[in-house]
């Protein structure tokens, strides 16, 4: 995930500063537990995706994994019908509720 903020750092320069954050912020931290299903390889096909769209700014993270999912041979949708289901409960969500409140104020 460092390797991507890097990068990203090198190709957009100061606008995914702006857009993205720094190394270890909260954007940073979602993108790493959104991606935690993909391997070096996809997200480097993600990110030579990304510079082939040809967009001055950083992808947005749906954006980003449709690119990583779809410019490589070896990615499937498969994946992601491996990950373990989780039911969530009015408990459980109340946590991430309470950060979502809080990062729209």
Not at 18 to 40: E, H, N, P, Y
Request: with cysteine.
């Amino acid at each position: 995930m460092v390797w991507l903020w890097a990068r990203f750092g090198q190709y957009y320069g100061g606008k995914a500063k702006r857009k993205l954050g720094d190394i270890g912020g909260d954007t940073f931290r979602v993108w790493q537990s959104s991606l935690k299903c993909f391997g070096a390889e996809q997200v480097k096909a993600g990110f030579k995706a990304t510079i082939l769209r040809d967009d001055t700014w950083p992808p947005e993270l749906q954006e980003f994994i449709r690119l990583c999912v779809d410019n490589n041979p070896q990615a499937s949708h498969a994946e992601f019908l491996r990950l373990p289901a989780h039911k969530a409960t009015r408990e459980s969500a109340a946590p991430h509720r309470e950060k979502l409140r809080a990062l729209l104020r």
